[in-house]
């Protein structure tokens, strides 16, 4: 029997992890809010080990403004 995807992940995932990219640099301090947020507080988090996720991470630490 196949599992359906949670919501989020179904129907949001995609969208918010681009959001990483995002020339506007208060979306991209709130998505990093976000991602430390499930990253440090939710430690059995559903997106802890996600290849996207850890790499959207990535991304944002490597963002040139120093208060993303």
Not at 32 to 38: D, P, Q, Y
Not at 43 to 57: L, Q, R
Request: hydrophobic letters at 50%.
């Amino acid at each position: 029997m196949m599992m359906n995807k949670p919501l989020f992940e179904k129907y949001f995932k995609i969208d918010f992890l681009s959001l990483v990219n995002d020339r506007v640099i208060n979306v991209r301090i709130m998505v990093a809010k976000v991602l430390r947020h499930h990253f440090l507080k939710e430690i059995a988090g559903e997106f802890v080990f996600d290849p996207e996720f850890n790499e959207a991470v990535r991304v944002l630490k490597l963002d040139k403004m120093e208060d993303v």
